[in-house]
């Protein structure tokens, strides 16, 4: 498996008790019903991605989860920090949509034109803002609000937006 092929999940923070179970830290927003369809999640071993088997999941809230893999049954092991991935087909087009994090990377196209390029998603009290670096150097905050989000294209990785009049001269 490629890194191409694959969406970065997040890290694993510890081993969880005695019995192999490992707390993953999820850079993207996790339902039940994604994660119930995976049978394996990549590790990040010495830059190659090694898939691991998964017995089961908890899911402790939307960016958190325990995980049993097959082969890993005590804390003799060290994965702390470890970065995990997950198989594109194996996380639903729809589940992509409401995942912003995905989107590092893309275009975002405006109303007046090509504004630059998504750098991060920022997670803040009252919602997401995306951060935006523009070719002339310049670094926006915009919201992600879906409202203004007319499409995202994951084939060209770009999200067509139309912003409010005046919103990016407030980062001035």
Known sequence: MFEKDCY??????????FKGDLK????????????KKWESLFFQIDGILVPFFIEHITLLDAKNLLIKFEDIDD??????GTHIF???????DD???SNLELCIGYQVITNTGNLGVISDILEYPAQ???EVDAEDGKSYLIPANTDWIESIDTEQKQICMHLPDGLLSLNE
């Open 86 to 92: 997950v198989d594109k087909a194996d996380f639903p």
């Open 24 to 35: 993953i830290k999820s850079n993207l927003k996790i339902t039940q019903d994604i994660c």
């Open 95 to 97: 589940a992509s949509a």
């Open 75 to 80: 804390e003799k092991s060290n994965f702390k």
């Open 128 to 130: 997401q803002m995306m």
């Open 8 to 17: 970065y999940l997040g890290y694993i923070l510890k081993h969880h008790r």
